[in-house]
């Protein structure tokens, strides 16, 4: 059974770090490129950062660039998202996103985790 199980989301003020976790089970972690995306109330869902299989290459939207950092531990099946410099605008549901190899298969989703920012 596939899983991804987000962790480490909260509430913080403006300033403030958050680390977000995702960890996969019931498909080979390593095969699959990793997304963290975010919703906010009345928004649509937006890719926030994408990391490769291997993890040595990332790319991030330009609104997170400079605070944000995506990490993978493939030993571990877990990927991370560090959050630093937090603003009141990433206020967000964050979901954790597998990307199969194949565009046949449809990619994983976890049940994602409340991210507030606020004073």
């Known amino acids: 059974q596939v899983q991804l199980v987000e962790s480490g989301g909260g509430s913080v003020q403006p300033g403030g770090s958050l680390r977000l976790s995702c960890a996969a089970s019931g498909f080979t972690f390593s095969l699959y490129a990793m997304r963290w995306y975010r919703q906010a109330t009345g928004a649509e869902r937006e890719l926030v950062a994408m990391i490769s299989r291997s993890g040595l290459n990332t790319n991030y939207a330009d609104s997170v660039k400079g605070g944000f950092t995506i990490s993978r531990d493939n030993a571990k099946n877990t990927v991370y998202l560090q959050m630093n410099s937090l603003k009141p605008e990433d206020t967000a549901v964050y979901y954790c996103?597998?990307?199969?190899?194949?565009?046949?298969?449809?990619?994983?989703w976890g049940q994602g985790t409340q991210v507030t920012v606020s004073s």
């Open positions: 996103n597998a990307n199969p190899p194949s565009p046949r298969v449809d990619p994983y």
